[in-house]
């Protein structure tokens, strides 16, 4: 058996802690009980580990416990947030002040994107999409461009799972508080590393989810503002009542456990992990650089304001699809993950004005807690072999074209 791959696309999931697994274990065997059940042990039980989680999470993020409401993931509470607050604003006004008005930025992931779309399509919702800077930078000033009387919801994604660009999210939760606009923000990939807190960013509602951050698959969270300026929200599951009524259904208590573990490794080793991502990210940068003619290699996103774990970097001359393709030994994406299946280059990277060509040759490194300078070289070194011989390849392939090569030759 070949070596296993080295595994550089954090943005798209992350190996779950031993820590995390080992808190969960015991809620699947032992401590089995249902969190809704009060009239024994087991569901004691389970439900204090809920309410463990809760604050865990809550104090990732500024949040009261009550302000937290367990979903399966991030598509889910960006779903709640959208629709839930659309909705109740459409009911409030009995549909008189309808069509409503919702905006989001035009680097948004899918899981923000299709909701609004929706509701654009099938609900009368109008939809105003914010575009970015060159760095795939949301500026407040056109945020408050795009805010109208009507406006009901603002999303702007806290950091970008592309190019990491990270959001002024304090300077646009202001402006919307000031305008009475509810402001939403998916903080997927920035929590536990870019600082966040809901008071100060004057957020209202904020998603993010366990495993982006070493915890495990299916179970997320949004926040829902209580404090202040109440959110309000019709549910997208109705059932048994449970989330204070925002999300039915039984919780997983092994998942929460384990999101509220992650959440606590988040707080106590956020900063720890960055320092380390931050200097191995520049390490791969530099190495895969050192391997190159000088040129030909654009790195994108903001320069500055960028998650520490993130390198985008796109390289001329070669073919997008054969560049992934070819990197057998290292996991890594182009664009975003969710997105890689189509033909179409990244939404993300086109609203950052990045060349069509540029945009598909481009790859998405993301570094996490386990990434090692090991790592980090030996993918530097089979990226770089790649790409000079991609670029050879097409050099030839030309110099047959022009009739100055002969393909025997
Ligand atoms: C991963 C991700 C999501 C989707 O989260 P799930 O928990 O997989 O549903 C949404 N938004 C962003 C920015 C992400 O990175």
């Known amino acids: 058996m070949p070596d296993a791959p080295i595994y550089l696309d954090n943005h798209a999931t992350t190996r779950t802690d031993p820590r995390v697994v080992?808190?969960?274990?015991?809620?699947?065997?032992?401590?089995?009980?249902?969190?809704?059940?009060?009239?024994?042990?087991?569901?004691?039980?389970?439900?204090?580990?809920?309410?463990?989680?809760?604050?865990?999470?809550?104090?990732?993020?500024?949040?009261?416990?009550?302000?937290?409401?367990?979903?399966?993931?991030?598509?889910?509470?960006?779903?709640?947030?959208?629709?839930?607050?659309?909705?109740?604003?459409?009911l409030q006004t009995g549909g008189i002040a309808h069509p409503g008005h919702l905006v989001c930025s035009a680097v948004e992931h899918r899981a923000v994107l299709d909701p609004m779309r929706r509701l654009a399509r099938e609900e009368g919702w109008e939809l105003t999409v914010v575009p970015c800077d060159g760095f795939g930078r949301i500026?407040?000033?056109?945020?408050?461009?795009?805010?109208?009387d009507r406006t009901v919801l603002v999303?702007?994604?806290?950091?970008?799972?592309?190019?990491?660009?990270?959001?002024?999210?304090?300077?646009?939760?202001?402006?919307?508080?000031?305008?009475?606009?509810?402001?939403?923000?998916?903080?997927?990939?920035?929590?536990?590393?870019?600082?966040?807190?809901?008071?100060?960013?004057?957020?209202?509602?904020?998603?993010l989810t366990a495993h982006k951050i070493h915890g495990p698959k299916g179970i997320g969270a949004l926040f829902v503002r209580r404090r202040g300026r109440r959110a309000r929200l019709v549910p997208l599951v109705d059932g048994g009542g449970h989330e204070r009524g925002l999300r039915s259904g039984t919780l997983p208590v092994p998942l929460v456990v384990g999101l509220g573990k992650a959440a606590e490794l988040a707080s106590q080793e956020g900063p720890v992990d960055c320092d380390r991502m931050r200097a191995l990210r520049d390490?791969?940068?530099?190495?895969?650089?050192?391997?190159?003619?000088?040129?030909g290699i654009r790195r994108n996103g903001h320069p500055t304001e960028g998650l520490p774990n993130n390198l985008n970097l796109s390289f001329e001359g070669v073919e997008g699809e054969a560049l992934l393709m070819g990197l057998r030994g290292v996991a890594v994406s182009s664009g975003a993950a969710c997105s890689s299946a189509g033909p179409e280059s990244s939404h993300v990277l086109r609203a950052m004005g990045v060349p069509e060509e540029l945009a598909r040759a481009s790859l998405r490194f993301g570094l996490g807690r386990f990434s090692t300078a090991e790592d980090v070289d030996r993918a530097a070194i089979e990226v770089a072999a790649r790409v000079r011989a991609l670029r050879e390849g097409s050099e030839a392939g030309l110099l047959t074209r022009t009739g100055l090569a002969r393909p025997d030759l």
């Open 283 to 295: 390490r791969l940068d530099r190495e895969i650089r050192s391997r190159l003619p000088e040129g």
């Open 22 to 90: 080992a808190a969960m274990l015991p809620f699947f065997t032992e401590r089995y009980g249902n969190a809704a059940s009060v009239a024994h042990r087991f569901g004691w039980e389970a439900g204090d580990a809920v309410d463990r989680a809760r604050e865990q999470v809550a104090a990732l993020i500024g949040a009261e416990p009550s302000e937290i409401v367990f979903t399966s993931g991030a598509t889910e509470a960006n779903n709640l947030a959208i629709k839930g607050t659309a909705r109740a604003a459409a």
């Open 139 to 148: 500026s407040a000033e056109a945020v408050a461009g795009a805010i109208t």
């Open 155 to 207: 999303s702007v994604m806290a950091a970008n799972n592309e190019v990491g660009t990270i959001n002024p999210i304090g300077a646009i939760g202001r402006l919307c508080r000031d305008l009475g606009v509810a402001f939403h923000t998916d903080a997927s990939q920035a929590v536990g590393k870019v600082p966040i807190d809901v008071e100060e960013d004057a957020i209202d509602l904020l998603s």
